[in-house]
């Protein structure tokens, strides 16, 4: 079985200028859990989820430091800090997205979707043709075909 045959094509996607506020109105409405963001090309440039909104929701947490000579020693990562300070501050789709997005071609057998939702620990994966979105397949595509 192949990934066009259990793909939805009808997929809800958003720009990365576009304001949060539409994407979490347009999860609630559509019952979804993440969505792509594409170009005017219909490219895949990210996907935008329940996870990367619930940032904003939470508090940022300031990651812990010590002084010592003069310098500041972070105990924990920084870097994971000013991600997520890019997340809970951003107001834009591009500034909360995630920017790595594992898809797959539409003639790629379903066992190689499933792997790489397992492997990635992610919930969906987009579907292209020729580079440009066709469909979305997400973990209940895949158990209606189980049933």
């Known amino acids: 079985m192949l990934a066009r045959d259990i793909m939805t094509r009808d997929v809800v ?17 559509n019952k979804i859990s993440g969505i792509p963001v ?5 490219h895949i440039v990210g996907i935008i989820t329940e996870k990367d909104l619930i940032v904003r929701a939470g508090e940022l947490k300031v990651p812990f430091y010590i002084t010592l000579f003069d ?47 397992q492997k ?3 919930n969906r994966v987009p579907v292209v043709r020729n580079g440009k979105l066709v469909g979305i397949i997400s973990r209940n595509d895949v158990l209606k075909v189980l049933v």
Do not use: C, H
Request: charge should be negative.
């Open 13 to 29: 996607t958003v720009k990365p200028d576009e304001e949060i506020e539409k994407v979490a109105q347009l999860l609630v409405e």
């Open 120 to 122: 990635k620990n992610i």
């Open 38 to 42: 594409v170009d005017d090309d219909q």
């Open 71 to 117: 310098s500041i020693i972070f105990l924990e990562n920084p870097i994971r800090f000013s991600n997520s300070l890019k997340q809970y501050t951003a107001s834009k789709v591009g500034d909360a997205m995630t920017k790595e997005v594992w898809a797959v071609k539409e003639d790629e057998e379903v066992s190689k979707v499933v792997e790489i939702m």
